[in-house]
């Protein structure tokens, strides 16, 4: 796979720091949440499972109780309740999902990150955030030898990983259900986010999530 296109990281190393600063705002309410939460894990959360899967699905950023909390993406808040659910039932994943980073589940042929790493105050990270953090999520895409689908859960993550391609978003436009050709033969594959916003208005259903997943099965299986 060639991911030439790709935007390099500029920054030292392929990962965020513990300590990262590169965000004064997320560095600031890190540090708050810090003080008032020792307890958690409070840092750019690190990607879940390992490298060489064939699916990368992107969310768009740790939550407050969730992954800030666990230090595991989409673990431990409302989100990943669907999300795990429907890894487990379509076989991405395997044990019992308990909302806790130790709670044994294992992924198989998928690894999930985050477009920006650090909690963001109200879930909303700035543009300016999303741009410093894009570095990170090229190298998480460059590093995975047998890439064939990326799933974008929500326009955010979806416009993320297209700039980290120096793609046009409108020649690909966010869509639920949608599937885009990327540099290298990759197919990016778009969501709804899996949010509790978007499940109680019925924005994305079960039914929608399930299509999505097993559209992206077809892919892998072609």
């Keep these: 796979m ?8 500029d920054r030292a190393g392929r990962q965020p720091p513990a300590d990262c600063g590169f965000c004064p705002r997320l560095s600031d309410f890190r540090n708050q949440n810090q003080l008032a939460h020792p307890g958690w894990f409070n840092a750019p959360v690190p990607s879940f499972a390992g490298r060489e899967e064939k699916l990368l699905i992107v969310g768009l950023a740790p939550g407050l109780q969730g992954a800030n909390r666990t230090g595991r993406p989409f673990t431990g808040d409302y989100a990943g309740d669907l999300l795990y659910a429907t890894l487990l039932k379509f ?16 992924l198989h042929g998928c690894r999930i990150t985050n477009a920006v790493r650090c909690v963001p105050p109200q879930n909303k990270p700035l543009t300016a955030e999303i741009k410093a953090c894009r570095p990170f999520l090229g190298a998480e895409i460059e590093r995975m030898d047998d890439l064939k689908v990326i799933l974008a859960l929500g326009r955010i993550a979806h416009e993320s990983l297209l700039g980290a391609y120096g793609l046009v978003r409108a020649r690909h436009p966010f869509a639920h259900g949608a ?8 197919t990016l ?3 709804y986010h ?3 916003y978007n499940t109680n208005t019925g924005r994305l259903t079960t039914a929608m999530f399930d299509d999505v997943f097993m559209s992206i099965q077809t892919i892998l299986d072609s």
Excluded: M, V
């Design 2 to 9: 060639t991911t030439k296109n790709l935007s390099k990281p």
């Design 179 to 186: 599937a885009h050709s990327l540099p290298g033969g990759l």
């Design 194 to 196: 899996c949010s509790r």
């Design 91 to 106: 076989g991405f994943a395997t044990g019992q999902y308990d909302k806790r980073a130790d709670d044994g589940l294992q």
């Design 189 to 191: 594959c778009d969501s």
